[in-house]
Nanobody, 120 residues
């Protein structure tokens, strides 16, 4: 599975951005996809998850502001980010977990990050 993230940029506080993650390759193995972010000097953190069943989950810090969605199965996953705050500034990474067999073995795939800067 190959992942290509895009959509980052500079936005003012209160503004919006939509990140996209295009998946290619053996996408039929994907069980879930997520967006992570890593701010300068901080650990990478999970922001939002969407499962094969369409269930979603969010970090408390982004609930009510961010929405994860997908189209055409796993071809593209989006992260709509509204009411952005300076503390949302980070490199955002797309992640996919692919299940390899019925025993539950899996493989994680990462895309290159896209930088989001929230500043006035």
């Amino acid at each position: 599975v190959q992942l290509q993230a895009s959509g980052g940029g500079l936005v003012h506080p209160g503004g919006s951005l939509r990140l996209s993650c295009a998946a290619s390759g053996r996408t039929y193995n994907i069980n879930s996809m997520d967006w992570y972010r890593q701010a300068p000097g901080k650990q990478r953190e999970l922001v939002a998850t969407i499962t094969s069943g369409g269930n979603t989950d969010y970090a408390d810090s982004v609930k009510g502001r961010f929405t994860i969605s997908r189209e055409n199965a796993w071809n593209t996953v989006y992260l709509q980010m509204n009411s952005l705050k300076p503390e949302d500034t980070a490199v955002y990474y797309c992640h996919a977990r692919a299940v390899l067999n019925v025993e539950g073995a899996y493989r994680d795939h990462w895309g290159e990050g896209t930088l989001v800067t929230v500043s006035s």
